[in-house]
Every structure is written in structure tokens, then in C-alpha cells.
């Protein structure tokens, strides 16, 4: 069964700048369409970029489009999420999600994916 694993999250000051991993194990990401989603103390969580399994789709939030950059690497089965130019607000948990669909747009739903990672923590703080 297909498990990811997310490191990077750090404690860091506005400005500053981070790269997520996204690992995977039992599976290929290749096949699968990938989240990230980000969720901070009482809100909801909240899709920030997607990329496509094959079509070659990538898709960010308004909140982090210029700023945060999705990417895979086929030789390591990850997903890295690169973060640059951080804010407070980008402070949360964030996870990677995947599909086996096909899917288009960082709009799907959390509910919609079918394997999650455990998460990791992202400060920006001053």
C-alpha cells in the first residue's frame, strides 16, 4: 500500500524560504496525482498546489502562486514543494496527499484523496 512521508517543515522568519519532501514507499508517484494541502490551528485545511500524475497539469493557490513551486522526482519517488519568500500565514501543518485519478486542479477537496502523509510543521514567525 502506497505510504508518504513528509519532512522539511521548520521554524523560520518572514522571508525565508523551505523545500518540503514528499517520499513515498509501496508505490510509484508516478501514477499518482499529488496535494499539498496546509491546515493551521482552527482553520480548515486548504489546498495550496497540486501536480498531475500524466497530463502535466500544475496548480497553486492564489494565497501562494509565485511563491511556492511543486516538482517530482522520478529517480527519489518524491514530490518536493519549495516555499520562497514565507509569511506568517504560510504557518501550518502541511501534507501531501495522492490519487490514483487523473485529476485537474488544486480546487479538489482534501476528502477526495486516498493516501495521506502524517504531516509536518511549518512556522514563520518574527
Known amino acids: 500500500q502506497l505510504q508518504l512521508v513528509e519532512s522539511g517543515g521548520d521554524l523560520v522568519q518572514p522571508g525565508e524560504s523551505l523545500k518540503l519532501s514528499c517520499a513515498a514507499s509501496?508505490?510509484?508517484?508516478?501514477?499518482?496525482?499529488i496535494g499539498w494541502f496546509r491546515q493551521a490551528p482552527g482553520k480548515e485545511r486548504e489546498g495550496v498546489s497540486f501536480?498531475?500524475?500524466?497530463?502535466?497539469?500544475?496548480d497553486y493557490a492564489d494565497s501562494v502562486k509565485g511563491r511556492f513551486f511543486i516538482s517530482r522526482d522520478k529517480d527519489k519517488n518524491a514530490v518536493y514543494l519549495s516555499l520562497i519568500d514565507l509569511k506568517p500565514e504560510d504557518t501550518g501543518v502541511y501534507y501531501c496527499?495522492?490519487?490514483?485519478?487523473?485529476?485537474?486542479?488544486?480546487?479538489?477537496?482534501?476528502?477526495?484523496?486516498?493516501?495521506w502523509g502524517q504531516g509536518t510543521q511549518v512556522t514563520v514567525s518574527s
Open positions: 501536480i498531475s500524475s500524466t497530463s502535466g497539469i500544475i
Open positions: 509501496g508505490g510509484t508517484l508516478d501514477y499518482y496525482s
Open positions: 496527499a495522492a490519487d490514483r485519478r487523473e485529476l485537474t486542479t488544486v480546487q479538489t477537496p482534501a476528502y477526495e484523496y486516498e493516501f
